[in-house]
């Protein structure tokens, strides 16, 4: 359910959006009210942080944040596409495809190797805080690694076949966490490394 073939891209951006240091679960159901709620994805582009966030629920953990990050990252992609498409990168060399993904603003680097992976199947393993954390817990990274470090390590050390199975590990790992030791929302981070455990 979480990465069905054939998913548009624009989809699979929006529910990477909702993934990103959420459980699984809190993702999917985000998207289809998401999509029940708007009349298309230019639809959301042009809606108010407020009302998306009404949307995707209030509790969804730090809401506002990703729904701003999200809404920038899709007014870049209309400012390149005339339109909210992401199928211009079906056409992209890799190298061509993570720049475009990378320079939008308000990109989360988790949520731009997720749709190169699951969207466009190029070589990549998407690693968030959750996931990074849960890496260094298993013994796998020594404690103080950088994200951009643990995501690049896991690319370099997964082969490009398992890339998918690795994503799904630790999605499923961060889900765990989220079942049997939920974190709490501080009161004033600001940074995505503020807000892992």
Do not use: C
């Not at 680097?109 to 466009?120: I, K, M, S």
């Amino acid at each position: 359910t979480l990465e069905p073939e054939g998913m548009d891209l624009v989809d699979l951006f929006v529910q990477s959006y909702m993934l990103w240091q959420a459980p699984s679960s809190d993702a999917i159901g985000a998207l289809k009210r998401l999509k029940a709620a708007f009349f298309d994805w230019n639809d959301l582009r042009v809606s108010l942080v407020s009302d998306i966030v009404d949307v995707i629920g209030h509790k969804h953990w730090r809401a506002a944040d990703r729904v701003s990050r999200m809404r920038d990252a899709m007014n870049g992609i209309f400012r390149r596409e005339h339109k909210v498409s992401l199928e211009r990168l079906r056409t992209l060399m890799k190298r061509d495809a993570v720049n475009y993904m990378e320079t939008l603003p308000g990109m989360i680097p988790f949520v731009a190797n997720r749709v190169l992976l699951v969207g466009v199947d190029f070589h990549s393993v998407p690693v968030e805080e959750f996931g990074l954390q849960m890496l260094v817990q298993a013994g796998a990274l020594p404690a103080g690694t950088s994200l951009a470090d643990a995501s690049g390590w896991v690319t370099r050390h997964v082969k490009a076949e398992e890339a998918r199975e690795a994503h799904r590990a630790l999605v499923a790992a961060v889900d765990h966490m989220w079942e049997t030791n939920p974190p709490k929302l501080p009161k004033a981070a600001t940074k995505p490394a503020e807000l892992a455990p």
